[in-house]
């Protein structure tokens, strides 16, 4: 017991130094885009290759991540993000940045699904809201302490966040590389192992619960990326956030959700279950992201991103947890189809919501309120007996 709450412990501090990493970067990215020339577009093209990357890998990552163990990918994703991140960091042309970002994606789309299952091969289906509750939070938390950390790294140097961000991957490398060991996979004698990655896909997606839920996680992030994309520079250029401001937003958010993540989110999944705590989420972020996108108060803007980004933060475990106690001996690709849904919408989100800030600076956000809106409308159809069937 005793190491296997080391290994659940290590591996998901991995998970936070990853975040951290990408954490360090925000406050940078709107002085970046000054000083690059960069448009909206360009911005928004650059969250949408990151997650094009995740789209081309997650299926396969997912799959390898069933054969060959979950430590060999997450040893190679952290190599590869840290190696994308110091690019980043020395790139002065845009090809540069934008293979920065392809690298990045590919090593996001290693990590995320085999951390997943990593956790989920170390627990019970009791245990497992607890568990993807701190894998969330230990998200959450590299966004809370990165931001505010990346600020402070500007004052050296506009880069020097991203050569941070770099050398905290690297040693997350070396810590999953020396200590982590691949963990037991729970095998559940009424399944068939699966043989093929395009059959066993196939398969999935052929089940209501998995193609139903698969096409609002879509459609979801499409919304969400449509918000998150844009935000450092919408706050700079709507409502004159400095960067010290948006960090401090971006913290204080941070840590309001990662509270909810640790005491909280277990007991919600108890009470409502995930299904409706998913369906809650899509409907209060649908709500303040419309408030953003009609206010001309900064504070309105600064209530409104904590209640979204506790949304988004209560959002992604549930969702998690939901797919994990049905996913079976398929944690792996199912983890991996999660991601390649979530990178086609987050491929489409970005780029739309760069667009539109070119176009309007308040558009993106009455687009992801309406997206976000129907995506919860659309989700109330899984509370019928149809969707139900497995669990």
Do not use: C
């Not at 979950?70 to 952290?78: F, Q």
């Amino acid at each position: 017991m005793v190491k296997k709450n080391q290994m659940l412990y290590l591996v998901i501090f991995n998970l936070f130094l990853v975040f951290l990493g990408v954490g360090l970067v925000i406050p940078a990215l709107p002085q970046l885009k000054i000083e690059m020339g960069f448009s909206g577009t360009v911005m928004g093209l650059l969250v949408s290759i990151f997650a094009f990357a995740q789209l081309v890998v997650s299926p396969i990552s997912g799959h390898l991540s069933d054969k060959l163990g979950r430590k060999k990918l997450i040893v190679l994703g952290m190599l590869l993000f840290s190696i994308s991140e110091i690019i980043f960091g020395f790139a002065q042309t845009l090809p540069w940045f934008y293979f920065s970002r392809l690298l990045g994606g590919a090593s996001a789309a290693l990590i995320m699904p085999s951390v997943t299952a990593f956790v989920t091969d170390l627990t019970t289906i009791e245990e497992r809201p607890k568990s993807m509750g701190l894998v969330s939070a230990a998200i959450s938390g590299g966004f809370i302490i990165g931001p505010g950390v990346g600020g402070a790294l500007t004052h050296f140097g506009l880069r020097v966040p991203f050569f941070a961000a770099g050398l905290v991957a690297f040693i997350g490398f070396i810590i999953s590389a020396l200590i982590l060991k691949e963990p037991e996979k729970h095998v559940h004698s009424d399944e068939l192992e699966p043989t093929n990655a395009k059959k066993e896909a196939i398969n999935l997606l052929k089940s209501p619960i998995f193609s139903m839920l698969f096409i609002i996680i879509f459609i979801s992030s499409f919304g969400l990326q449509a918000f998150e994309a844009i935000y450092s520079v919408m706050a700079t250029e709507n409502f004159g956030f400095t960067v010290g401001q948006i960090s401090i937003v971006i913290t204080v958010g941070g840590i309001f959700a990662l509270i909810f993540q640790l005491f909280i989110f277990e007991k919600l999944v108890n009470l409502i279950g995930e299904l409706r705590l998913i369906q809650l989420t899509f409907f209060s972020s649908a709500i303040f992201i419309a408030f953003i996108a009609f206010t001309n108060k900064p504070w309105v803007v600064v209530a409104s991103t904590f209640v979204i980004f506790l949304s988004f933060d209560l959002f992604r475990p549930a969702v998690t947890t939901y797919l994990s106690k049905h996913a079976g001996n398929n944690q792996g690709m199912v983890n991996g189809l999660n991601s390649t849904f979530t990178s086609v919408g987050n491929i489409v989100g970005p780029i739309v919501a760069g667009a539109l800030f070119d176009v309007h600076h308040r558009s993106p956000y009455f687009v992801s309120a309406i997206i976000l809106l129907v995506t919860g409308v659309l989700s109330l159809k899984l509370n019928s007996k149809k969707y139900q069937a497995g669990d």
